[in-house]
Structures are given as C-alpha cells and as structure tokens.
C-alpha cells in the first residue's frame, strides 16, 4: 500500500534536507584554505615577536608558514590550490559512471569520510610542523577525487525525487548550501586562523566525516524504497509520451483492462526491468549538455577564483586583518543564495533557464568592474558591492549545476532513463571543474601584475560563459513567440 500524500511529502522534505546538509559540509571543508592563506605569508613587520622565537631579528619572515615564506608564495598557494581543483576535474568525470553503478547511500558514505579524513590530515600539518609543499599537494589531491562523490550524487538523489514543475526554485533553495556551507568554513576557519590554524581544518573535516555516518544511517536513494510515488519528470509533450509508453504498454501483461488493485497487484509482483545506464556519448548528444557544459566552464571559473582569492584580495586591498576579511568575504556568499533563489525562481516563471543564465552574465562584468574600482572606497560600499557580485556571478552557476543538470538528466530523449542524470551531472559540473580549475591558476600567475588584471581576465571569462548560451537563448525566444498561437489555436 502506497504512503499518503502527507508521508510522501514529508520524505521528501527530509531528503531535501538531508542532501542539503550534506553538500553544505563538502563546501564547508573546501573553503578554509582560501581564508588561511592569509596566515600562511603576512607582513610580519606589523606584529610583535614572541619572547621566546629563535629567529633572527632581521629575519622579516618570521611569522610565516614555510614553504609558503618566499616571494613566490602565491605560486605556491596557486599550485596547492590547483592541486585539489584539477584532481577534481578530472574525478568528477569518472564519479558520475561510478554514481550510476553504485548505491549513492554507500558512495556518498564513503566519499564524506575520506573528504574529512584529507581535510584534517591538511591541518594536522601545522600540528605535526610539516613544511613540505609536497605533503600540501598530496592532501589537496586525495580531497579534491574523494570530493566528487558529493556532487553528481546529491543532485540524482533530489533529481530521484522531485518532478520538473518547481524544480528551478527548489533547487534554487536547495542549492544555497553552496553558499552557506562557504560561510561556515570561512566563520570556522576565522576562529582559529591568527592562531593554530591547523584547527581550521580539523573542525570542518570532523564535521564532514561525522556527516558521512548521518548519511550512512538515513539517506534514501529512490521515493519507491519507502512505497513513495515516483515524480513526474516531464510536462506537456512529455505528458503525451507518457502516454504513448502506457499504450504500448497496454498489451503487457498489466493492462488497464483489469481493475487497478489486480494490475497493480500482478506488476509488483513482476521484476521491472532496469534502463540501462547512458554512455558518455550518449549523454553528451542531449541537447543542450555541451552549451551548458561550456558556460559553467567561464562561469565556475570566476565563481571559483572569488572563492579561493577573494579573503586575500580584501587583506591586500582594504588592508584588514585576516579574520577581518575571512568574514568580509561570506558576504559575496550571501549574494549567492539570493542570487540562486532569484535564478530558479525567474527561469520557473519564463521557462527560460539560458536567458535567465545570459541576463545575469551580461549585468555581472559591469558589476566586477565597478567592485574593483569603487568597492574598497568603505564598508558600505563593500558590503553592498560584494552581495550584488555574488547574487549576479552565483546565481547561473547554481542554476545550470542543479536545475538544468536535473532537467537534461530527465530529458525527453531519453524517454524516461533517469539513469542518465549522474552521469550528465558529471559532465556539466566536470567541465565546470575545469574553469574552477584555471580561475585560480590564472589569479595565482596575473595578481603579481596587479589585481586590476584579474579582474579584467574575470570580466572577459563572464562575457564568453554568455556568448555560450547564445543559440539556445535564441530557441527559448522562438519558444516564447510560438507558444502564445499554439494557445490561441
């Protein structure tokens, strides 16, 4: 016997939580390296040497975490950055395939674990007075594979359990553990940074790892394990494909000749037959998945380098302390919920997920220019600055990773293969990867020229991540002109 409508949606408010919280704590863990950068390699003319150093008093370096105490520290920052980033890119390609294949419940287990066993090991760093760049790479490698469980699998998991009505404003708010979860590492990661900075890391990743145990003990992969009703994925013309599936179906063995408890009787007696999963190909033929894939390429990109630059540039620029800018910086994250929200809940109302993606690019470069120049000229100007940076950067980002990917994932072609959802995640957010890779590769190399040419190389990446959606901004206009004649008709 099936759950009441009341059961069924309080199952699926719990997933949402669930899954919220979940990748809340990946985006938590990843975040505290771009606040303790600052910590790393600072003036240290500016602070009082203790008692009992044993540095020399010329030595101008004391207070510094070697090896990052040279003048090449933001090479070396660039590159143990990178090494989670590109690690990432390249993980999030295969963790799609394996998501399809494996139970997301142990997957997404183990992935938490491992994720918070690598992000303690990097503060345990400082505990055990390791000054090796290559122990630094390492950890940020091993983090950045583990870490692609999450994504790919959190968004099938929500994509398992919601339908396509009101996906773009749910996922708009679901999405916002991207942003809270940055909050919560830079506000952990600020607690301890002027001091043993190493707990900065410890605590986020104790928070992941005993998160991967909740998960375990409660995460349910599909409505049908606890008798729910599957959603409907698809709207209008999909409508009529269900329907043409249900008259093929007729002349099986459950026929709508018989009465429903006797059809429903007999078909859950019978084995279903499984779809097979997509091939990689496969999933990059859907229309749409290769625009998409591309725009979040630029648009994570300059997502990506706000993410790990942003503390620094502050600390450089405003000239405050390194907590000061830590939570100066959660601000362009609170921009980004609203900017989530905002997305889904226009690209609902239109039924236009690129022209709402290209509208919030085309008003971002100004923005970015603007912040650079007038930004630091006070705090209110900051303030305000910072959240409409990250409201107009974040918010197609958020929409093209969690609603599109779900909307591509369930498309029409692939007549009701909701297996192909993990692994066109992948794809997209994989591709996505790679920019976020570059991003901070490319601050780390151009901010020793001045910050100026960093923003310029972030406003030139916005404008081609919009040139992207360009022909598919031009099929939702012809949508939009052709679907008030099909109402009159």
């Known amino acids: 016997m099936g759950q009441t409508p009341a059961s ?30 600052s910590r ?11 008692v009992n150093d044993s540095h020399s008093l010329n030595d101008t370096t004391w207070c510094d975490w070697a090896p990052f105490d040279k003048n090449n520290y933001k090479e070396l920052l660039g590159a143990v950055d990178n090494a989670f980033l590109v690690a990432y890119a390249i993980g999030m390609f295969i963790s799609g395939i394996f998501g399809e ?17 690598f992000t303690s090991l990097f503060g345990l760093g400082y505990f055990w007075n390791i000054h090796m760049l290559w122990y630094f790479v390492l950890i940020q490698i091993c983090n950045g594979l583990v870490q692609t469980t999450g994504w790919p699998s959190v968004v099938t998991c929500v994509g398992n359990w919601f339908g396509k009505g009101k996906r773009g404003l749910i996922m708009g708010i679901w999405n916002s ?15 301890w940074v002027n001091e043993q900075w190493g707990l900065s890391f410890v605590a986020p990743g104790a928070v992941t790892a005993a998160m991967g145990v909740i998960t375990f003990l409660f995460l349910i992969e599909y409505p049908e394990d606890v008798d729910c009703t599957a959603p409907q994925h698809h709207t209008s013309d999909g409508l009529e494909q269900n329907q043409d599936n249900a008259e093929d179906l007729g002349n099986g063995p459950c026929t709508n000749k018989e009465s429903s408890l006797e059809s429903a009787a007999r078909c859950s007696k019978e084995p279903s037959v499984q779809p097979a999963a997509i091939s990689f190909l496969g999933a990059l033929r859907i229309p749409g998945v290769v625009e998409f894939s591309l725009c979040l390429l630029f648009a994570k990109l300059v997502s990506y380098t706000f993410l790990y630059w942003l503390p620094l540039y502050i600390f450089n620029v405003a000239h405050f302390s390194a907590k000061q800018a830590g939570d100066l910086s959660t601000l362009f994250d609170v921009g980004g919920i609203m900017g989530g929200i905002m997305a889904g809940l226009i690209s609902d109302y239109t039924n236009g997920r690129a022209t709402t993606c290209c509208i919030m690019l085309i008003l971002a470069a100004p923005m970015m220019f603007l912040y650079n120049y007038i930004g630091q000229n006070g705090i209110t100007n900051s303030i305000v600055m910072l959240i409409i940076c990250g409201a107009l950067v974040n918010g197609p980002y958020a929409l093209i ?34 920019g976020a890779a570059l991003g901070p590769l490319l601050a780390g190399l151009i901010s020793p020229t001045g910050w100026n040419n960093v923003f310029y190389m972030l406003i030139s990446a916005d404008i081609l991540a919009c040139l992207l959606l360009c022909r598919l901004v031009y099929k939702e206009i012809i949508a939009w002109k052709s679907s008030p004649s099909r109402d009159r008709g």
Not at 12 to 35: A, D, E, N, Q
Not at 422 to 432: E, N, R
Request: proline share 3%.
């Open 177 to 191: 553990h991207t942003s809270v979860g940055n909050i919560l590492g830079s506000l952990i990661a600020g607690v």
């Open 40 to 50: 790393l390699h600072q003036n240290c003319s500016e602070l009082v040497k203790p």
């Open 401 to 434: 990773t969690t609603a599109v990917s779900a909307d591509l994932g369930t498309h029409q072609s692939l007549k009701g293969n909701a297996k192909a959802l993990s692994t066109v995640t992948a794809i997209i957010d994989g591709t996505g990867s790679i």
């Open 101 to 117: 294949r494996l139970p997301l419940r142990y997957y997404l287990s183990a992935g938490m674990l491992l994720s918070g066993l």
């Open 8 to 37: 069924s949606c309080r199952f699926r408010g719990f997933i949402l939580l669930l899954t919220f919280f979940i990748y809340t704590c990946y985006h938590m863990s990843r975040k505290p390296i771009s606040v303790v950068k």
